[in-house]
């Protein structure tokens, strides 16, 4: 049976989709990820690798300094 959906829905699917692979992608331990990420690469996991935990590290750097709440600033 074919169904038409919307655009939206499709749209809502997809993001869907991604967000759980997204989910299971940063689950995974670096070198497991990096490991997968190396396979058809120019790069050795060894630089995915060391790629990976400096986004990690800057990513919570990132995390710590940006304020929780940026309308209490306003006031």
Request: hydrophobic content about 45%; cysteine-free; charged content about 30%.
């Amino acid at each position: 049976m074919n169904t038409v959906i919307t655009r939206e829905q499709a749209a809502a699917n997809a993001r869907r989709v991604l967000d759980r692979a997204r989910a299971r992608r940063d689950a995974l331990p670096i070198r497991e990820a990096a490991e997968q990420a190396a396979v058809g690469s120019f790069q050795s996991a060894d630089e995915i690798e060391l790629t990976l935990r400096r986004l990690r590290r800057a990513a919570r750097v990132e995390q710590v300094t940006t304020p929780r709440a940026p309308a209490a600033h306003a006031a």
